[in-house]
Nanobody, 124 residues
Framework: QVQLVESGGGTVQPGGSLRLSCAAS????????MGWFRRTPGKEREFVAA????????KLADSVKGRFTISGGTAVHTMALQMNNLKPEDTAVYYC?????????????????WGRGTQVTVSS
């Protein structure tokens, strides 16, 4: 089992920035990929970004390209999502997820481990 815990959510004005972190614990190993998804009420879960711990390959949703960056965190088994130029439509609960094999997939049903989520609100 892998446990995932998100942090860094909050409220920010449009144009502002937030940095989300996800810490993995438990049966952690190197050959997996991690991703970020988000959900707003009444909508399906949406892919945001993903990164592989093998080779470091990344994938970003078109809606966040140029504004969001996914990377390994400063500690082992952590992942970060740097969100710049935030827009009201980025408001959602953001979830961290992990999968094997270590390919950065955009399909939520390919991820087997999930965090509980952290709220991001972009509002003036």
């Amino acid at each position: 089992q892998v446990q995932l815990v998100e942090s860094g959510g909050g409220t920010v004005q449009p144009g502002g920035s937030l940095r989300l972190s996800c810490a993995a614990s438990g049966r952690t190993f190197g050959n997996y990929a991690m991703g970020w998804f988000r959900r707003t009420p009444g909508k399906e879960r949406e892919f945001v970004a993903a990164i592989s711990w093998v080779g470091g390959g990344t994938k970003l949703a078109d809606s966040v390209k140029g504004r969001f960056t996914i990377s390994g965190g400063t500690a082992v088994h952590t992942m970060a999502l740097q969100m710049n130029n935030l827009k009201p439509e980025d408001t959602a609960v953001y979830y961290c997820a992990a999968r094997q094999p270590p390919f950065p997939s955009s399909y939520s049903n390919e991820y087997f481990f999930w965090g509980r989520g952290t709220q991001v609100t972009v509002s003036s």
